[in-house]
């Protein structure tokens, strides 16, 4: 089994919903995790998980050494177009591992290894391309494609990393030129693009996804009643389409920063738990069948009931559903 790492630099307060992220952390012991982090809060981290304490001058300090002239670093939040450089700067932590990766902490994991196989990661030198996620082959090599392939028309490394302007390098960024994502694939670099995750929109209370939104939903209705369920296998999106509850498993759930609502006593050893829109958690218990799992949802979340019913509709089309639904009851009784 090749051995990987996510290299995670956070710097200022973490996130109220990182407990969140360790918990499916936790669920993926095979795989690790390695935080520079000044944040002190004494979290109950995972085995998988090693946090570093340091500074962000000491972490630029180390990327500056991979350079032999002044880098533009002067913000955490630039550290996005020093994530091709990672493989480099934080070599001495990352001997022993085939694999490093980086990734944000506003995401949810499932099942890491029923997605990234041996065969899929043999046969590829990147698996995936977007700054959310990606992982890179731990050689000479590939950690040093940032500078030395050739960019083919894309942004030229040095103008990225002497200025102080977010980029999006690590990512196909071709509204600025094209990052190294772009690169890598015109240079016939093995890359594996499929959509794995759940990316979703930002902006929407429901889970609405980014791509492919009718692979899933057939209405708007469907995609604000559709919501996550993590168990000790995986993570699932469930959601209706004609009709019917279905699911899905992801790699993981991207919440592009939406503000999500942890119940009080949530635990990093939380195992099993409902992510309702707009990013309400909500722990289960027992064996959950589709049903159950769909009853859970409705007497969780009330709001987005009512949201359902009412968004959208005209008095008409409300008072129609309406008698529609009496005629029903009325029948069961």
Known sequence: MHKLVFVIPYFGKLPTTFPLWLASCRQNPSVDFLIFTDDRTGYDYP??????????????ELLQNCFDFPIALSKPYKLCD???VYGRA?????????????CDIDLVWGNIRAFFTDDLLERHERILWQGHCSLYRNCDRVNNYYHTLDPKGCM?????????????????AEHNGGGLSLIMERNGVPMYKEWLFADL????????LSYSENTYYTTDADSRSAFFFRD??????????YGQLRRKEFLYAHFQKRPVQLPSGFSTRSSRYLILPPGKVRP?????SDRRTLRQFRRCNYGQLFYDLF???????????????????????
């Not at 289960?284 to 959950?288: I, P």
């Open 47 to 60: 085995e998988n998980v090693r946090v570093e304490y340091t500074t962000f001058e000491a972490v630029r």
């Open 82 to 84: 020093y994530k091709p």
């Open 90 to 102: 934080f070599a001495r932590w990352l001997e022993g591992y085939d694999f490093w990766g980086h």
């Open 156 to 172: 030229d490394w040095k103008t990225v990393y002497t200025s102080e302007a977010n980029q999006s390098y690590d990512e196909y």
């Open 201 to 208: 929109c930002v902006g929407l209370r429901r889970f609405q």
């Open 232 to 241: 000790e296998k995986g993570l699932y999106l469930l959601y209706r389409k």
């Open 284 to 288: 289960v218990s027992g064996d959950l």
């Open 311 to 333: 968004d959208g509709l005209t008095v008409v089309s409300f008072c129609k559903r309406a008698v529609r639904k009496l005629k029903r009851l009325s029948k069961k009784n």
